[in-house]
């Protein structure tokens, strides 16, 4: 994963603040602002400059784990009788980690007053995975949902 400044990407609706950093597609932040606008409460951790000019998605409040979550010891996991070999993703590490979607570049589509929706597609068949990966984020006054897919 490269170290660079991480724009951020500011969408807001409703009562909400969401920030959103398409490098890893991460979450950077998500405000409430108060209904009286006597300021904002933050529902994740709050960012920080350091952890925006990272680059490191883990560094901020939510990122998505595509297409696998946790581990595979040595980078490998067997499927259908066979082994399939992935990319060790965090040197000096010999596992592979929270997938690739976390370092890899996320495209911002069909903002409109309530939705914003963020795809990602990897088709390096020599990763052992081919896939496409969402994140839509829906706001209405009382809430925010996050559905996140991967086919």
């Not at 490269?2 to 490098?23: H, L």
């Not at 890893?24 to 920080?48: E, F």
Request: neutral net charge.
């Amino acid at each position: 994963m490269s170290k660079r400044d991480a724009p951020e990407y500011r969408w807001n609706s409703g009562p909400f603040q969401i920030g959103i950093v398409s490098q890893g597609g991460a979450i950077s932040r998500i405000d409430w602002v108060r209904p009286d606008g006597n300021g904002t409460i933050n529902l994740l951790r709050p960012v920080t400059d350091q952890a925006l000019k990272s680059g490191n998605p883990s560094s901020l409040g939510c990122f998505p784990m595509v297409p696998f979550a946790n581990r595979l010891a040595f980078a490998q996991f067997e499927f259908d009788g066979r082994i399939v070999n992935v990319p060790a993703n965090r040197p000096p590490s010999p596992h592979a980690i929270h997938g690739f979607g976390r370092g890899s570049e996320w495209k911002i589509e069909r903002p409109t007053v309530d939705t914003l929706r963020l795809n990602h597609k990897h088709d390096d068949p020599n990763s052992g995975f081919v896939y496409v990966a969402w994140q839509e984020f829906k706001v209405t006054q009382d809430d925010v949902t996050i559905e996140i897919g991967v086919r």
